[in-house]
């Protein structure tokens, strides 16, 4: 059967039209949209993005291989990226990556037999300060060693991703073209993203005196 997509992401798609003076341009933010339904991008979903934006499917299929964040085969329910990049390596990114694969049964990708996680490993995933770290679905788990690992996959397992993500993430690493927040996979939104964790520090510093400053009077 012919992929479509539910009315609400229907209307996102021409919302996102709206935003360019090309189709094509919509293509990355399309993809999301079908890849948050669909889990992954399988021919029809190809199908239907080329014919949506009136492109050949040899060009919205390129886009897709180039890309790593899209998935060109089923994944599992919870995609777990392990950084294995320099700063996560020299920082003990090897080890998370074989007790990941110990945990999960499975070797780097592949997906565990019940379906939950799909392994994968990921260059640099620009969180180098607090390697290492892995990604799981949209959220960030950083300054990891086996035990912390430990806790956030069990955490996983036994009450699912949102209840991690909630306990152990350092911040959502994804936010949507169209708006939909990190790990949301239906609403829309114009919020701001959440500062950073630096960006929370200094603010909660006390500003320093006049004279340090340099104001002038
Ligand atoms: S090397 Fe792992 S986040 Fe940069």
Not at 111 to 140: R, W
Request: one cysteine or more; aromatic letters at 8%; proline letters at 7%.
């Amino acid at each position: 059967m012919a992929f479509a997509l539910t009315p609400e992401r229907e209307q996102q798609v021409d919302d996102v039209l709206t935003r360019y003076p090309e189709r094509r341009a919509a293509l990355l933010p399309i993809l999301w949209l079908c890849q948050r339904q669909n889990g992954w991008i399988s021919p029809d979903v190809v199908e239907y993005v080329a014919e949506r934006l009136e492109l050949s499917t040899s060009i919205v299929k390129g886009v897709v291989t180039f890309y790593t964040m899209f998935f060109d085969e089923p994944v599992g329910e919870n995609v777990v990226w392990v950084c294995r990049t320099l700063s996560c390596d020299l920082r003990g990114g090897k080890a998370i990556q074989e007790r990941l694969e110990s945990k999960l049964g499975c070797k780097a990708g592949h997906t565990s037999s019940d379906g939950k996680f799909t392994l994968l490993k990921a260059e640099c995933l620009a969180a180098c300060g607090q390697a290492p770290m892995v990604q799981i679905n949209d959220h960030y788990y950083e300054n990891l060693d086996l035990e912390l690992l430990d806790r956030i996959i069990d955490t996983h397992a036994a009450k699912g991703a949102e209840a991690a993500a909630a306990e152990f993430s350092t911040f959502a690493s994804f936010r949507a073209p169209t708006g939909g927040e990190a790990g949301d996979r239906n609403s829309v939104s114009s919020a701001p993203p959440p500062p950073s964790r630096e960006a929370v520090r200094l603010a909660s510093q006390p500003p320093p005196p006049a004279d340090e400053r340099g104001d002038e009077s």
